[in-house]
């Protein structure tokens, strides 16, 4: 796993089959962002088996190969989607094509789990509610920094558990490195990617529901920037935005791709969540300065303050309940409308977004 490296980071946990081999076997279908090898890893280690690959570019899916042996590379994607074995696709394709990729899936009987952003457009949205609602079908998004955190697990336990009363606010920071020398020609551009706020912060905007156990929210405000990329004068390297959930809980976030090199990981990811009785700070990623390590949860409340190590301790049970809801037809890892009611305020906070006018801009401009 590569800590200094966003697009490729794959966490690895324990093996906590729900199923026998055999009983659930998926395939991977478009390569175009690392995310899916940490898709993939948490599907087998809750005893998914793998069994096919598909992605036109073939070096692509000899990468895959070699992290994966054994996986066969299908002739097409036809090919995947016309195997009555296949139960389910997992994707990390371009993001504007995750929809519509999503609804050949389930029209051909299979179950979908896709990286994040699912959805670039409100329309996608609206597509894919209908098709889950036609074919019961489980549409999965993978929103890694939630789902695929110990510490950012071990919150959720904690506040359901009361730890700290009722969630009254949230504030999530995603910075991210950007290794513009890496990233394919998609990445800087908002048509494709979905912009910064539908697509680095659909993470914020997830944790922030299931935090405060909201519903619905409202996005009052939200801005965008490039302060960095001159070159790339459609790219945004910085965006934020507030909400309030119905349940009254208020939520900031920042999010941008602007982390330095000397940091020792790709982002220091952060969330910060008061409660009327208490409060909890998770360093997701590294404790800056003290220690490498990641997964660190501070917690503070009427008790106790504490410190909480839990890298390799908790685990991520959001894959074996994913599983299981795919073939129970239940809705425990995560509700169909809690994953669409995510994506769909990220793609509202992207559309509202103020465009700030910067300096880059300005430069891009031949100003």
Same mark, same amino acid.
């Given at each position: 796993m590569n800590k200094q490296d966003g697009m490729n980071y794959a966490p690895i946990g324990k093996s906590d089959h729900v199923v026998n081999r055999g009983d659930f076997t998926f395939a991977a279908v478009g390569l175009d962002h690392g995310h899916i090898y940490g898709m993939c890893n948490g599907l087998i280690e809750? +005893? $998914?088996e793998l069994v096919a690959v598909y992605d036109p570019d073939p070096e692509k899916v000899t990468a895959f190969q070699q992290k994966f042996p054994g996986v066969k590379a299908a002739s097409s994607k036809q090919a995947v989607l016309d195997n009555p074995e296949i139960q389910l696709v997992a994707s990390a394709n371009i993001p504007a094509d995750r929809g519509p990729? +999503?609804? %050949?899936?389930? &029209?051909? +009987?299979?179950?979908?789990?896709? &990286?994040?952003?699912?959805?670039?457009t409100l329309e996608q949205v609206k597509a894919a509610r209908r098709k889950t609602a036609e074919t019961g079908l489980r549409? +999965?998004?993978?929103?890694? %920094?939630?789902?695929?955190?110990?510490?950012?697990?071990?919150a959720g336990h904690l506040i359901e558990q009361g730890a700290i009363g009722k969630v009254v606010q949230v504030i999530g920071t995603g910075p991210h490195r950007a290794n513009p020398d890496s990233r394919p020609d998609w990445f800087f551009d908002p048509e494709r990617f979905g912009g910064i706020l539908c697509d680095i912060g659909s993470h914020q905007i997830e944790q922030f529901l299931h935090f405060a156990g909201a519903e619905d929210a409202k996005v009052l405000h939200s801005k965008v920037a490039n302060y960095s990329f001159p070159e790339h004068p459609k790219f945004q390297d910085f965006g &934020? $935005?507030?909400?309030?959930a119905d349940n009254g809980a208020t939520f900031y976030f920042r999010v941008d791709w602007l982390t330095p090199d000397g940091l020792g990981t790709w982002g220091d990811g952060r969330v910060f969540i008061l409660g009327t009785e208490g409060y909890i700070e998770i360093r997701k990623y590294i404790d800056i300065a003290r220690d490498a390590t990641s997964d660190h949860l501070y917690l503070v409340n009427q008790g106790e303050e504490k410190h909480f190590e839990l890298n390799g301790k908790v685990g991520f049970p959001f894959f074996g309940a994913f599983i299981l809801d795919c073939l129970n037809g239940t809705e425990k890892a995560m509700t169909? %409308?809690? $994953?669409?009611? $995510?994506?769909?305020?990220?793609?509202e906070a992207q559309k509202k977004a103020m465009h700030i006018h910067t300096d880059a801009a300005k430069q891009a401009a031949g100003k």
């Open positions: 809750a +005893g $998914a990729l +999503g609804l %050949e899936v389930l &029209d051909h +009987g299979k179950h979908y789990f896709t &990286d994040k952003p699912a959805f670039t549409w +999965g998004i993978y929103y890694s %920094e939630r789902l695929h955190v110990e510490s950012a697990v071990y &934020d $935005a507030t909400l309030v169909q %409308e809690h $994953a669409f009611k $995510a994506a769909e305020l990220c793609i």
